[in-house]
């Protein structure tokens, strides 16, 4: 039900915008959100938003911008100014349940959420 894109490979300073689309998964307020996983590194959340509220980490504030259309039932994930630090895989995740964010957009960590395949970002 979530299948990103919008990955690849770019140099330091440049941009990439990831898009999740979330067929069947129409509501509004419904927590959605990016977390990344490096190779032998734990996962890291990204960003997440519901209708109320966004909330980046702060290794990517100012840089990445989280937004949905809600018509087209799509998340972005624009990324600015990209570090080699933010090599990784990127992950869409979204509350199995109508239900807003937690935990500061934290609650798209959950393993029990929805979660696409992932994307592969790679900054050199």
């Known amino acids: 039900q979530l299948v990103e894109s919008g990955g690849g490979s770019v140099q330091a300073g440049g941009t990439l915008r990831l898009s999740c689309a979330a067929s069947?998964?129409?509501?509004?307020?419904?927590?959605m959100g990016w977390f990344r996983q490096a190779p032998g590194k734990e996962r890291e959340w990204v960003a997440a938003?519901?209708?109320?509220?966004?909330w980046y980490a702060g290794s990517v504030r100012g840089r990445f911008t989280l937004s949905k259309d809600n018509a087209a039932n799509t998340l972005y994930l624009l990324m600015n100014s990209l570090k080699p630090e933010d090599t990784a895989m990127y992950f869409c995740?979204?509350?199995?349940?109508?239900?807003?964010?937690?935990?500061?957009?934290?609650?798209?960590?959950?393993?029990?959420?929805?979660r696409g395949q992932g994307t592969q970002v790679t900054v050199s």
């Open positions: 995740a979204a509350h199995r349940s109508n239900t807003l964010c937690s935990g500061n957009g934290r609650s798209i960590l959950y393993r029990d959420n929805h």
């Open positions: 938003l519901d209708e109320e509220d966004t």
């Open positions: 069947g998964l129409t509501d509004s307020d419904r927590c």
